[in-house]
């Protein structure tokens, strides 16, 4: 219930992007209703269809910080990915 009452002040809002920083089920599901006309999220099984824009989740080639795993959901609005060793 509480879901809903977000949903809707969220969709109030009438926000331009919804960035899914977190992938999980329920931050999917408010994202899509969230009314954004782009929702931007990672390609997970049985939630891709939330988003309009998806972002693959990088090959688990050893341990990565969230903030570049976040980072990554940034790519669709154009934004260059930051450069960790600065």
Same mark, same amino acid.
């Given at each position: /219930? *509480?879901?809903?009452?977000t +949903? =809707?002040? $969220?969709? /109030? ?13 329920? %931050?999917?599901?408010?994202? =899509?209703? %969230?009314? +954004?006309?782009?929702?931007? &999220?990672? /390609?997970? +099984?049985g939630? *891709?269809?939330?988003?309009?824009? $998806?972002? #693959? /989740?990088?090959?688990?080639? &050893?341990?990565?910080? %969230?903030? $570049? ?5 940034? #790519?669709?609005? &154009?934004i ?7």
């Open positions: /219930r *509480s879901d809903l009452t +949903a =809707r002040a $969220l969709r /109030r809002r009438r926000f331009d992007v919804a960035i899914d920083l977190h992938g999980g089920p329920r %931050s999917a599901w408010l994202a =899509r209703l %969230s009314g +954004a006309p782009m929702r931007i &999220g990672y /390609r997970i +099984a939630r *891709s269809w939330m988003y309009t824009h $998806l972002v #693959e /989740r990088p090959a688990d080639n &050893g341990p990565r910080h %969230s903030v $570049l795993n976040q980072w990554d959901l940034l #790519e669709p609005l &154009g260059e990915p930051c450069d960790p060793e600065r």
